[in-house]
């Protein structure tokens, strides 16, 4: 289809080395969504595009064989970011669609742009242009260009 892009592709975890000789990797994902590495996934890695044969937990992250990998030095070649297209799910907020949004209350009053996401164990924080920050569990709604948010009386009083 002529001027359709493709969605920019988005980093859900690294390949950190490989696993013994059979071209296993060990992988660290930065995403809660594990069926990223369920079998027949193409992830990309920077040997091009590597589809999942099989995945298994394995102390804090996973050991992963790709179809076509058999040996350790193929496995070492795949060290490095593994990125995928992001998943078709309305309820999922990327922070690169938040980065420049305004921020408004459910009153409509603009409270300033979205600069940064700050990961947070608790939650993770909206950071404003004036340096106030919003936890995104306060986030209600999200429009081009706009986060809605339904902050407890105070948190975006003053700068």
């Known amino acids: 289809m002529v001027g359709r892009t493709e969605p920019p592709l988005l980093e859900i975890g690294r390949v950190v080395r490989a696993h013994g000789i059979r071209g296993e990797v060990a992988v660290k994902l930065v995403t809660d969504r594990t069926e990223r590495l369920a079998p027949g996934t193409v992830l990309v890695t920077v040997a091009g595009d590597r589809e999942v044969a099989a995945a298994r937990?394995?102390?804090?992250?996973?050991?992963?064989?790709?179809?076509g990998v058999t040996d350790r030095p193929g496995a070492e070649g795949l060290r490095g970011p593994l990125r995928a297209p992001p998943?078709?799910?309305?309820?999922?907020?990327?922070?690169?669609?938040l980065i420049g949004s305004e921020v408004a209350d459910l009153d409509g009053t603009v409270h300033g742009r979205?600069?940064?996401?700050?990961?947070?164990?608790?939650?993770?924080?909206?950071?404003?242009?004036?340096?106030?920050?919003?936890?995104?569990?306060?986030?209600?709604?999200?429009?081009?260009?706009?986060?809605?948010?339904?902050?407890?009386?105070?948190?975006?009083?003053?700068?």
Do not use: C, M
């Open 57 to 67: 937990p394995h102390q804090d992250g996973y050991l992963v064989t790709f179809t």
């Open 87 to 97: 998943l078709d799910d309305p309820d999922t907020l990327w922070v690169h669609e």
């Open 114 to 159: 979205v600069t940064a996401v700050e990961a947070n164990p608790a939650s993770d924080l909206l950071v404003l242009d004036d340096g106030r920050l919003v936890p995104l569990r306060f986030v209600v709604g999200t429009a081009t260009g706009r986060v809605t948010v339904d902050p407890p009386a105070g948190l975006l009083d003053g700068a």
